[in-house]
């Protein structure tokens, strides 16, 4: 949101709003929740696993996520192959955490090394990831 006082400019000038007076007071959160509490956490869970960190459940988060949360998101890293029967990083789950995203993107990513048809996965990821990108700008 713009001040409607100078804003940084040194002249008269207009404050232009994407909602009404009425949509702020009345249907706007009074703050949003964080994004830990709200999304996946299954990369979370995976880089802080790489860095050593082995108790997420105790782990002092700023802002804690949901306990059910924090299970599904090992629960996916296991069922993926990213961690072991005790919880432990697998050497691919090492790997899969270099990547900057989703670990089910990592994974693929991994796995097109073996497949002849690897610049076609590759590309398919990319529009992939792209779109869901600018799907979360839109959400």
């Not at 009425?22 to 996946?40: C, F, G, K, M």
């Not at 696993?49 to 700023?62: I, R, T, Y």
């Not at 924090?70 to 296991?78: D, G, I, R």
Request: overall charge neutral; proline content about 4%; some cysteine.
């Amino acid at each position: 949101m713009v001040s409607s006082g100078r804003a940084g400019r040194v002249s008269a000038g207009k404050a232009f709003r994407l909602y009404t007076a009425w949509s702020y007071q009345h249907e706007l959160d009074d703050a949003t929740v964080p994004e830990i509490q709200r999304t996946n956490l299954g990369h979370v869970v995976l880089l802080l696993k790489s860095l050593g960190v082995n108790d997420l459940l105790h782990f002092d988060f700023m802002d804690a996520p949901p306990h059910e949360t924090l299970v599904l998101a090992l629960e996916q890293l296991y069922a993926l192959g990213a961690l072991n029967n005790h919880g432990e990083l697998t050497k691919l789950g090492r790997k899969m955490a270099e990547f900057p995203v989703d670990p089910m993107v990592a994974k693929m990513i991994l796995a097109s090394e073996k497949s002849v048809c690897r610049p076609r996965l590759l590309s398919f990821i990319l529009v992939m990831v792209t779109v869901l990108l600018i799907l979360s700008f839109h959400a």
